[in-house]
């Protein structure tokens, strides 16, 4: 019997750490992958990896000419970060109002965005998907204004995937801490997900096996920071971090219950605390 995967086109905007990978795991189970660069050197490395390139800038007086051709898909995947730590929240406000615009006009059935856990201010409980909560970030604030205006296109089933922070193979948390010294909020719980399960993820939602909705994409796990960048360094035979003391804390706890109910998704690394992971 014929993979009915084989027949469905996918256009992955934005083949950076995450995007390709996802374009290259899509690719091998069958899809036919357009994917999304702003660079033009990398136009080469998608083509080699068998993925359709193209060249989207979207931004006042980039090229996105391609975008309607790009557009042309049964499935739409957008990994678009807003960059706002660069003063560009307005910029991809305007941008993102660019990509509603051509979504809108194309044949695109299913957009599955990649949002961010940081939409949650931190409560100093769980959260999850029903909550209704103002972000204490800009970067969740412009998140989380994209989110409402994906879902108020007409006709597209919208999958928004709110991942916690991004790490495994050569972004490997200790790291960012590493040999830093007074650091502050220790006992802040992390909220974390591998790149492996954030790509399974998406292949699953693809395949129809969950309907247009949000879901927070987190590891099982929450352990202090103290804890966690603490003994990653101490895998990778690194520096270690040291934290100021702290009585008061911060926190959230990003709930994945609803994804793993619903998905009936098992984690490959749900314990990020054994470091078993790439």
């Known amino acids: 019997m014929e993979n009915s995967t084989s027949k469905k086109s996918v256009s992955v905007l934005g083949c950076g750490w995450l995007g390709l990978p996802l374009a290259r795991h899509l690719l091998q189970n069958g899809f036919k992958i357009k994917g999304s660069t702003t660079s033009p050197e990398k136009l080469a490395l998608l083509k080699k990896t068998g993925i359709e390139p193209f060249l989207i800038q979207l931004s006042d007086g980039g090229d996105y000419s391609q975008l309607s051709d790009f557009l042309t898909s049964d499935i739409l995947i957008v990994n678009y970060p807003p960059g706002v730590r660069k003063g560009g929240a ?32 931190n409560t100093n409980e769980v959260v999850s998907e029903e909550m209704q909560l103002l972000p204490d970030s800009e970067a969740g604030k412009v998140l989380l204004d994209a989110e409402d205006r994906l879902r108020k296109l007409d006709g597209k089933e919208v999958i928004i995937l709110r991942m916690a922070g991004l790490i495994g193979h050569d972004r490997q948390p200790a790291r960012f801490f590493a040999g830093k ?7 802040e719980l992390v909220n974390l997900i591998h790149r492996d399960d954030c790509v399974n993820i998406i292949h699953k939602m693809i395949e129809g096996q969950a309907s247009g909705d949000t879901f927070n994409c987190c590891s099982d796990t929450h352990p202090p920071k103290r804890d966690f960048y603490t003994k990653a360094s101490e895998v990778l035979g690194i520096v270690l971090p040291q934290f100021a003391a702290s009585d008061v804390t911060s926190f959230k706890i990003v709930s994945n219950e609803k994804l793993k109910s619903q998905l009936k998704y098992n984690f490959i690394y749900g314990d990020l605390t054994k470091f078993d992971w790439p």
């Open 90 to 121: 307005e910029q991809f406000r305007n941008s993102f109002g660019i990509l509603l615009d051509s979504v809108a006009k194309s044949l695109v059935g299913k957009i599955i965005y990649i949002s961010s856990t940081s939409v949650y201010p």
């Open 181 to 187: 010294k007074g650091l502050a909020n220790g006992e």
